[in-house]
Structures are given as C-alpha cells and as structure tokens.
C-alpha cells in the first residue's frame, strides 16, 4: 500500500505536529510505503528529515496559481499511490482532479475544527461542500467537528490526536526552569500557564483581564503564556509594565514540555465568536504532564475536559469564572492532584501514539481493500 500525504505546510500547529507523529507512528511501526507533499519549504518539524521518505513540494507563485493542480496531478501520476490524505481544506480541493482522473482513494482530513459561520462565507466550510462529495473516508479529531461540518456519517470517522508520550519523559529540571523565568526567588509561586497561538481565534483578552486584577493583589500568582502569532504585541501591550515580572510572554519555545511542567494549571480559551475548537494539542499537553485544566465549552474541548473531573470548563469571555476556578485550585492539592491524575489517565487511555496510529492504519488498510 503506497500513501501519499499532502498538507499546507509543516510550521508548528496542531494538525502538524500530528502528521509528523503520525508519520513516525507508521514508519516504526508498519511496512507502508509512504510520501510526504508540502506546499511550502518552512519545515519546523525537522525531525521529518529523518524518516527516509520522500518530500516533495508543490509551491503556489500567487494565491490563485491553478499551475498547482497540474504539479499535483504529475507527482501522482510518478508516486501512484493507492491513496491520499490531505490535511488541510485548500490541499483538500487541489487533489480532488488529479485523484479522480488517476482513480486514486482520498480520505479528507480537514476537519480540525468546529466552524462557527457555515455558510460559503467561511472558506473552509465551502471547500468541506465542494471536496465531501468526491471522498471516501472523510477524518476528523473530534465529533463535534464532524457535526459542525455536517460530514456523511456513512463515510465519516473519528480519530483522536496521538501524542508521543516519551516527549514528556527527560524533561528539564523543574527548579531550573523556575529560576530562568522568575529568578532566584520562584519556589511559592503557584503558576497558571496558557500555550496557543496569539491569534483572533484564541480568547487572551480574558485571560489578561483575569490576570492583571489577580497577580495585583496576590504576589504568590504568576502567569505564563507561551506562543506567537499576529496579535502577540497587542495583546502583551494590555499588561501594565509594572506588572510584566509577573504576567510573563515567552514566546514561541522549543522546551514547550518543560514549561507546561512547571504550570499548575493549563488555561486553554477560545474566542468562540469566529473559532470552534477539534480537540487541542495543548489540552493534551497539559493533561499528559498531570495538570488540572480549565478551558471555554463547546466543539471538540468538551470531548477531553469533563466538568470537575480531569478539569473545569467555563462560559466563553467570563473572567469572573476563570478567577473562581483558580481560586478554588489555589487552595485545594488535593483536588489538583486529583484532576491531574484523571486527565494523565485518560491521556494514556485514548490519546497516545500507538492508538492514532492503529486506527489511522486501520482506516488506510480497510479503504485499501475496497
């Protein structure tokens, strides 16, 4: 069985990163032959380079460049691979000529998410009516996303994100990570941690205006957010300078396993206005290192965070119950420790690599012999 997978590009996000892990996945653990296309040369997941694979990169000269269906259509017509898994919607409407003509399988994994406006407004939303109807098994890592997208249940299936889990063994000292960020004096500090991109889609405005009154009147709170993206400075500019030490951007980090380990909570919030989350890299992250998480209901989040039991989940934009939940974990170790140990547990259960990998070569193994 040949596999051809074909993805927007290979820069640090969730769908990425899961490609790269399932890519791994196949290449330790089955005999199919598989290749790689990108449609951009920026590659953050290097490890890729490793796998002895074919990578191949399909390059648009502008945003309509149609040169791309013939570049795609030729690389089939050399790999002739049996089937192809796009990741993303544009890559999902680039295959659809070259696998038809070719009579070339496709399962459809663009649904990472779940849309808020569907409507042909919503490019993605378009781009699920145009290519559903021409695949054959159509992924998505979240039920929720699936529904929203009004995927065929005949043709639809669900499969979880997968995380290495070694990645969370052999970390950094946790005493050493402290002091970098918070100097010589770090021990007391109880550390509420955010690791997303700093985009429209993700909802910092709550947590700044959580933040800010919080670490005002209590010295022994310190907030972490991790990541990058357009809107970074505008949001770090809504902390007042006096309290920068206290209220701490990092940026994008290549350690991102290390500092969730010194979190005492993970925050995921979502701007649920334009963005409806699959289900989250970072939620998963937080819970394989045992930490409580609290994070916005609805879409794919309520899949993974079950209310008071591996974690809370809140109303969208409601400071007041962002700070009520930090209240109620501040004081109480006993109930981090026990919502930490739920959501490692469940991590173990439904979201390691091994297990995506099984069901995503399942799913190739059973369209193979259709």
């Not at 002895?52 to 648009?60: K, P, S």
């Not at 691979?81 to 990741?87: F, G, L």
């Not at 990541?227 to 500019?237: S, V």
């Not at 934009?317 to 109480?332: A, F, P, R, V």
Request: net charge positive.
């Amino acid at each position: 069985m040949r596999i051809l997978f074909f993805i927007e590009s290979l820069t640090a996000g969730g769908k990425e990163r899961r490609l790269s892990q399932l890519m791994k996945g196949i290449r330790s653990n089955t005999d199919i032959d598989f290749n790689l296309a990108i449609m951009s040369k920026v590659v953050h997941y290097k490890e890729v380079h490793d796998l002895n694979i074919g990578i191949f990169y399909i390059i648009r000269k502008t945003k309509k460049d149609i040169t791309v269906f013939r570049q795609f259509y030729e690389l089939c017509r050399k790999l002739k691979p049996d089937i192809v898994h796009c990741w993303d919607s544009m890559t999902a409407v680039y295959l659809v000529p070259a696998c038809k003509l070719l009579k070339i399988k496709i399962v459809n994994g663009m649904v990472v998410d779940t849309p808020v406006k569907r409507n042909i407004f919503n490019k993605d939303w378009l781009r699920a009516r145009l290519t559903f109807p021409f695949s054959d098994i159509i992924v998505g890592n979240s039920n929720a996303g699936l529904r929203a997208y009004k995927a065929p249940e005949s043709k639809s299936i669900c499969i979880n994100n997968g995380m290495d889990l070694a990645r969370f063994e052999h970390l950094r000292e946790p005493a050493l990570v402290r002091k970098e960020i918070f100097g010589d004096i770090s021990d007391n500090f109880f550390v509420v941690g955010m690791v997303a991109s700093f985009e429209e889609r993700k909802d910092y405005d709550t947590l700044i205006n959580t933040a800010v009154p919080l670490v005002s009147v209590r010295n022994d709170i310190r907030f972490i957010l991790v990541g990058d993206g357009k809107d970074y400075n505008k949001i770090k500019g809504k902390v007042p300078a006096s309290l920068s030490g206290k209220i701490i951007f990092l940026g994008k980090r290549s350690d991102v396993e290390s500092i969730i380990n010194i979190f005492d909570i993970g925050i995921l919030l979502t701007n649920t206005k334009v963005h409806g989350e699959g289900i989250s890299n970072s939620i998963i992250e937080y819970m394989a290192l045992g930490k409580p998480v609290v994070a916005t209901r609805g879409g794919g989040t309520d899949e993974v965070v079950f209310d008071n039991r591996n974690g809370f989940l809140i109303d969208p934009e409601n400071s007041d119950q962002l700070t009520e939940k930090i209240y109620l974990l501040i004081g109480n170790q006993l109930l981090m420790d026990k919502l930490g140990k739920e959501g490692k547990k469940m991590i173990k259960e439904r979201f390691d690599l091994e297990i995506m990998t099984k069901n995503y070569v399942a799913t190739y193994k059973k369209l193979y012999s259709l």
